[in-house]
Antibody, heavy 124, light 109 residues
Framework: QVQLVQSGVEVKKSGASVKVSCKTS????????ISWVRQAPGQGLEWMGW????????NYAQKLQGRVTMTRDTSTTTAYMEMRSLRSDDTAVYYC?????????????????WGQGTLVTVSS | SYELTQPPSVSVSPGQTARITCSGE??????ASWYQQKPGQAPVLVIF???ERPSRIPERFSGSSSGTTVTLTIRGVQAEDEADYYC????????????FGGGTKLTVL
């Protein structure tokens, strides 16, 4: 069965960096992209960006440009999201999610399997 | 930046029909998806490409689209359907960024 298992809780100081991993299994990794979404405490979902697992092409949310990098390792079927220069308002649960077959594309923007989430807490 | 607008809350009695709307100017040109999120859990996809339902989602969930508004309809609402619901779509310009609506809290009375 399809599974996305994320790395554990992170506690960081302001200005530090964090790298969250998303280990996938149960499907052909390079056939599906990975999207990253975060959710601040008590708030809604915020799209961060996606990476094509096939060729590594990325698309980031404009507000995170320059601070976020998404990568993938096809040998271990794992996706990564790194965020730099952390601030207190980056405190959130970070999710990875598999983009549905055929995506990411103009027509395919839905995500059908999600990781369990990784809580990242940023303190001053 | 592009926005999708949802009502903050919808309330319905068990067995009735709940309708949650999502409005955005590019929805006539872009598919929308819907996610259900219960407290402490990851979101679950319930509708994709405006009106397609994943096989594991009950038939009481359906989606529709009309102009700049997409609607999630839940017929015969059950207590277990109480959750936050988010629409999602993409912009039509620039790098085609994706976007989520602000979310709607569905309360089953």
């Amino acid at each position: 069965q399809v599974q996305l298992v994320q790395s554990g809780v992170e506690v960081k100081k302001s200005g530090a960096s964090v790298k969250v991993s998303c280990k996938t299994s149960g499907y052909t990794f390079t056939n599906y992209g990975i999207s990253w979404v975060r959710q601040a405490p008590g708030q809604g979902l915020e799209w961060m960006g996606w990476i094509s697992a096939d060729n590594g092409v990325t698309n980031y949310a404009q507000k995170l440009q320059g601070r976020v990098t998404m990568t993938r390792d096809t040998s271990t079927t794992t996706a990564y999201m790194e965020m730099r220069s952390l601030r207190s308002d980056d405190t959130a649960v970070y999710y990875c999610a598999r983009i549905m077959s055929g995506g990411p594309s103009i027509a395919v923007t839905a995500t059908d399997y999600w990781g369990q989430g990784t809580l990242v807490t940023v303190s001053s | 930046s592009y926005e999708l607008t949802q009502p903050p809350s919808v309330s319905v009695s068990p067995g009735q029909t709940a309708r949650i709307t999502c409005s955005g100017e590019t929805l006539p040109k872009r598919y929308a998806s819907w996610y259900q999120q219960k407290p402490g859990q990851a979101p679950v996809l319930v509708i994709f490409q405006d009106n397609e339902r994943p096989s594991r989602i009950p038939e009481r969930f359906s989606g529709s689209s009309s102009g700049t508004t997409v609607t999630l309809t839940i017929r015969g609402v059950q207590a277990e359907d109480e959750a936050d619901y988010y629409c999602q779509s993409a912009d039509t310009g620039g790098t085609f960024p994706w976007v989520f609506g602000g979310g709607t809290k569905l309360t089953v009375l």
